[in-house]
């Protein structure tokens, strides 16, 4: 049996490192610090980079709206809900064609032939 | 130990935050290290608890105000990482049904990095015997010669719950040693 006495011995842990183990240490603690940091930097450039073309996307569908809707709008003189066949789709007056004479009667058809596609506008004098 | 402190705290004060934590890391890198060995016992294992240890060191070294000891603040970051790390491991140890302090003292037969004498092997086998916080303040008493109101501010304990603690740990060391 070994006797040990902890008070009047002292006694070393027994533990060792690998040769030139702290001598190397500052090396690597101070890369992996760096390491660290520039993986922060990316991660913000990233980000920043990321939250301007939301933010830029948002305000171009904002812009886009407004405009679309001032374009609708702007002539308010024009504009009756009556003469809205359908969302895309606004009669304007200001074309003349004058379908309640008689003589010069446009048919259905005819009147088809001015929606030349779904963003135009079309007028008929009433 | 005080000097090198004042001067690097003067270093902070001066917003010298690199040339600071460079002194730190000289300084102190060594004490850490066996502080943390002695808690988590294997070389590789101590390795990563130091790294992660400077990191926090360096990411919290603004925090540091001068109120306490800069190393009392320095040895409770490598105390809590170390704890951490072993409480991470005995999770999955539960898991596995392992007994994390059994394991580490089987790992003490292996470790190419352990080269001490049967006495000292006994003794690290005894020590690993004690629950967690006997063995925190075996070891800051028994190897670093801390004193007991050093190692209250490190583990934020009266200092007469370590000394029972510390009294209690010896005679259960003393009893391993006799009957193994």
């Known amino acids: 049996m070994i006797m040990i006495d902890l008070e009047k011995n002292k006694i070393n842990s027994g533990f060792n490192v690998p040769n030139n183990y702290f001598d190397n240490l500052d090396k690597t603690i101070l890369s992996k610090i760096q390491h660290q940091y520039n993986d922060k930097n990316n991660n913000i450039l990233q980000r920043t980079i990321i939250y301007t073309i939301s933010i830029a996307a948002s305000l171009l569908f904002i812009f886009n709206i407004t405009s679309y809707n001032n374009a609708s709008y702007k002539n308010n003189d024009y504009y009756d809900e009556d003469y809205i066949l359908n969302d895309d789709f606004i009669i304007d007056e200001s074309i003349n064609i004058d379908i309640a004479n008689n003589d010069n009667k446009i048919s259905n058809f005819e009147i088809e032939e001015f929606i030349l596609n779904d963003d135009d506008i079309y007028t008929i004098n009433q | ?180």
């Open chain 2, 1 to 180: 130990m005080n000097n090198v402190d004042n001067k690097i705290k003067i270093l902070l004060i001066n917003g010298k935050k690199e040339q600071a934590f460079k002194q730190i890391l000289s300084e102190y890198k060594e004490k850490l290290y066996w502080q943390i060995r002695r808690i988590v016992i294997s070389h590789h294992d101590t390795d990563d608890v130091l790294q992660n240890t400077f990191i926090k060191i360096w990411n919290n070294i603004n925090n540091f105000r001068g109120d306490s000891k800069l190393y009392t603040w320095l040895y409770r970051i490598a105390t809590n990482e170390s704890i951490a790390f072993l409480n991470t491991k005995k999770r999955k140890s539960f898991f596995t049904g392992d007994n994390n302090n059994i394991k580490l003292a089987n790992y003490l037969e292996s470790d190419v990095y352990f080269d001490g004498n049967e006495i000292q092997k006994k003794l690290q086998k005894a020590i690993l015997q004690l629950p967690d916080k006997q063995r925190l303040v075996f070891n800051m008493k028994y190897f670093d010669d801390l004193k007991f109101n050093e190692i209250s501010e490190i583990l934020d304990t009266s200092t007469g719950a370590l000394k029972a603690s510390y009294h209690i740990a010896v005679k259960k060391i003393k009893e391993y040693l006799n009957n193994n």
